[in-house]
């Protein structure tokens, strides 16, 4: 039977076809806090997109120790006084009142320390004070100490006082095909059981499913006749291999993972239910401490392939604890629970093909120093995870439990760091504090950063602020998912929809692009744009520009109250002597979207790549490299290189003496007129299919020094790019970025 191994006490489960849709009258459930009636606490999606099946969850549990177990006989659903689903119970469950006082406990500490999403309480009372200073550390120890406990005596043999009953909700039973956006329908979930002096009786617990509006789509002008889409998604998703109590297999409960009792769901689980919401993808994130070892890391990438296919894709990654690296601005409460033998944050680990160590899954497993030394610097972590060729985030930076305190060592793309921050966690957020303030300010220091979302949940799926990323040209897989992501393709978005363009001389420059400037590139006229679309909601849209250096951004143009779906621009001159930015943001009662940047960046080293590469008709983008010194005279090589490229295929490289950024075959050219043309190149790689594996290189020394071209003379600036074949595209060819380089004696 559907999740057999996950029912607390092995209840055997049979569904009760019904032939006919029946009412039936319930009556309301306890109180929450009591300590003697049986509880249903049920975990459900709670805002529906797409009206589907998806599947759901309750927690059935018996906190009264001092009678006989009680049998269960049946669950019903019931949405509006009708009957949509019924279920067969058969077992008993024993009571004990202790893990009830836990999950009181959990429910007054803060949100952010539980990343519980639900709002109303099933354990504690609902006037209980949440626990605050340090009462939350010492709250946090006291339930370390009774899961302990718990997990000891279940594993002794001990049953179980909770069951977790799975069971399909048919969320097209609870709407009519034209229910409008914001319609709220209530759902009844009805446990019937027997007491030990054969009493039949019924609790039942209500919550409410809220329809959503669909996604809406920005126009663009980038990728015209090539098509365009974009896919909503979350970041930063946990699973049930990382829950405190009853941890699915092949993963054995992860008792550092204290707030984490209830409510979790397998890979296809959640994909049933994001696709509700709809999103086509998420990433798996449990904690590095609850992933003992490889075998398990590789059973979730396993759950993850058999959820992904043309339609959805999930992906297997981590949120890793490490340690803080350097100066420390503050502490938070992970330090003092820890105490202070750590200083420790949490990082997404994306684009990952192995395990990322970090912790272990023991009791407070997360500290460095009780256990030994369990934690890596979150530098090294970063290392490692491009290694993989993946991209870190950093997660919840300014939260008061695993924030990022070590500021001074948070850099980005531009020292081959962290590719990005987490700046809506949880929910979306209004405005430009909090976390995009903090993601601001790192951008004013210099470092190359984009903006990501994750909704953090460890129970079912819920709406928050989704990254919806832009794919230009290919469809959706992992790889062209991930190519979009690190690329900073992506929007934030709860609802509403808009993406930045920037044009230039021509060129349409996509919303992510890093784009370097080469020494002689003069100030040019820009138009910013953002396409937009606002369905029936009236919202106005502000465009940020930033400059390194300086205090703070400012507000370049906003528009006045703007509805439906087309564009808004205004005009700025590029900046070439200090790095700058351009950004877009639009917030209205419905809701609220934030843009990645646009970069742009004067590069004063040489040599240096500049410009931007076409990504090829699979997803990879080929990059321009180089080794060694150029020179007029020396024997010694200065090897250009791309990567990247289709394996088996054609291609050159040309260079000129100035550079240009001019649109060419759905690409950048990168070089002025007159431009001079190196031997033809095969790439090699791989066989037959067709993959990224073709590489081309070319020592420009031994070019020079062949007499080829005699304009190659000492101190002259040489701008080169490579051109390569690609049958698949729409013009049939494919474009590195390029590179500069002045050529010495």
């Known amino acids: 039977m559907k999740n057999f191994d996950r029912l607390g ?36 999606v709670n805002e529906a997109r797409d009206l589907r099946r998806v599947e759901a969850q309750v927690l059935v549990y018996n906190p009264d120790g001092s009678r006989e177990p009680v049998g269960l006989r049946a669950l019903r659903v019931v949405a509006e006084g009708e009957l949509i689903h019924e279920q067969v119970l058969e077992g008993e469950l024993p009571g ?17 320390v539980t990343e519980l999403v639900r709002e109303r309480r099933y354990f504690a009372a609902a006037d209980a004070r949440e626990f605050e200073g340090r009462e939350i550390v010492r709250r946090q120890r006291e339930i370390a100490a009774g899961i302990e406990q718990l997990q000891d005596e279940f594993a002794g043999g001990r049953p179980e006082p909770f069951a977790r009953v799975s069971f399909p909700l048919p969320l097209d039973q609870l709407f009519f095909a034209d229910s409008q956006a914001g319609t709220r ?37 980038l990728g015209a006749g090539i098509g365009v889409t974009v896919h909503a998604g979350d970041l930063h998703v946990h699973t049930c291999h ?47 401490y609850c992933i003992n070892d490889e075998a398990e890391y590789q059973s979730i990438a396993a759950e993850c392939a058999a959820s992904t296919d043309a339609s959805f ?71 490692a995870v491009h290694a993989m060729g993946g991209y870190s985030i950093a997660n919840h930076p300014p939260a008061g439990m695993f924030g990022w305190n070590s500021v001074e060592a948070l850099v980005g793309l531009e020292q081959q760091g962290l590719h990005g921050i987490e700046v809506w966690n949880g929910n979306a957020s209004a405005g430009q504090g909090g976390s995009i303030a903090f993601w601001v300010d790192r951008l004013l220091e210099g470092h190359l950063l984009y903006a990501y979302a994750g909704s953090d949940t460890h129970d079912e799926a819920h709406a928050f602020g989704a990254n919806h990323a832009v794919l230009v040209g290919v469809d959706l897989t992992p790889e062209h998912l991930k190519a979009a992501l690190m690329a900073g393709r992506v929007y934030l978005s709860d609802g509403h929809a808009a993406l930045i363009e920037v044009d230039i001389g021509g060129l349409t420059l996509p919303m992510g692009t ?26 106005t849209i502000t465009i940020f520009k930033g400059r390194v250096g300086d205090a703070g951004e400012t507000i370049l143009c906003q528009s006045g109250p703007l509805s439906g779906s087309g564009f808004f621009e205004c005009g700025d001159t590029l900046e070439t002597a200090v ?18 940047p646009i970069f742009f960046r004067p590069g004063g080293e040489d040599p240096l790549r500049y410009c931007t590469a076409k990504p090829n008709s699979l997803g990879c983008v080929p990059a321009i490299a180089y080794a060694g010194e150029p020179s007029a005279t020396a024997p010694i090589p200065f090897e250009v290189t791309a990567s990247g490229v289709l394996n088996q295929q054609f291609g050159i490289f040309f260079y000129g003496f100035s550079p240009t950024l001019t649109p060419f075959q759905d690409g950048t050219l990168c070089v002025a007129a007159p431009i001079e043309r190196t031997p033809i190149q095969h790439s090699g790689g791989n066989g037959a ?20 071209d005699p304009a190659l003379t000492v101190g002259t600036t040489v701008y080169g790019q490579y051109w390569s074949r690609d049958p698949q595209s729409t013009s049939t060819t494919g474009l590195t970025d390029a590179l500069q380089f002045t050529l010495g004696p």
């Open 96 to 112: 004990d009142p202790r893990f009830g006082h836990l999950n009181a406990l959990v429910e007054r500490l803060p949100q952010e």
């Open 9 to 44: 006490i092995g209840l055997r489960i049979g569904v009760l076809a019904l032939a006919s849709v029946a009412v039936w009258a319930g009556r309301p459930g306890p109180a929450a806090g009591s300590e003697t009636e049986v509880l249903v606490v049920p975990f459900v």
């Open 242 to 288: 990382g829950e405190a109590l009853g941890a699915c297999a092949p993963s054995t409960s992860c008792l550092a993972e204290t707030p984490q009792l209830t409510g979790s769901f397998t890979i296809a689980e959640l994909r049933s239910q994001f696709e509700a919401l709809g999103c086509d993808w998420f990433t798996a994130t449990d904690h590095s």
């Open 514 to 539: 890093v784009q370097t400037l080469p020494q002689g590139v003069p100030p040019a006229p820009l138009s910013i744009r953002v396409g937009y679309d606002f369905g029936g909601d009236t919202s």
């Open 579 to 596: 790095g700058s930015w351009y950004r877009a943001y639009s917030e209205s009662s419905g809701g609220y979207v934030q843009t990645n």
């Open 313 to 383: 894709v999930c992906m297997p990654d981590t949120e890793v604890s490490g340690d803080e690296v350097g100066p420390q601005e503050g502490s938070d409460a992970a330090d003092i629970l820890c105490l202070f033998t750590t200083q420790a944050n949490h990082m997404g680990a994306h684009g990952l093909t192995s395990r990322v160590h970090g912790g272990e899954d023991g009791l407070l497993g997360f500290c460095n120093g009780f256990t030994g030394d369990v934690l890596n610097p979150f530098t090294e972590n970063v290392a």
């Open 185 to 221: 329908v209530a759902v009844t979930f009805e446990l019937e059981f027997e007491t030990a002096d054969a009493n039949i009786r019924t609790v039942a617990a209500t919550e409410y499913v809220t329809r959503l509006a669909p996604f809406l789509t920005p126009p663009t002008r």
């Open 689 to 708: 299919p067709s993959d990224c594996s073709g590489a081309y290189g070319l020592d420009f020394n031994a070019w020079i020094q062949s007499g080829a």
